[in-house]
């Protein structure tokens, strides 16, 4: 079992909640704030995936 493979699919599964959280907020209001919020997240989710590739 490669745990440094299953550890990246599970940062991906929550970063992936962190975003769409972020995506809710930033529906629900538009500040400057939840705007970097979401751009993080989208950032953080986008690094994950990366990992993952690696770990193919």
């Known amino acids: 079992m ?4 299953w550890g990246s699919w ?3 599964l929550g970063s992936s909640f962190f975003t769409f959280d ?5 529906l629900e209001e538009l500040t400057f704030s939840s705007s970097f919020y ?3 997240c989208i950032l953080f ?3 994950c995936i990366c990992f993952i590739l690696d770990a193919q």
């Not at 490669?2 to 493979?5: A, D, E, I, K, L």
């Open 2 to 5: 490669n745990y440094y493979r």
């Open 10 to 12: 599970l940062f991906l």
């Open 22 to 26: 972020a995506i809710g907020l930033t």
């Open 38 to 40: 979401l751009i993080g």
């Open 45 to 47: 989710t986008l690094g």
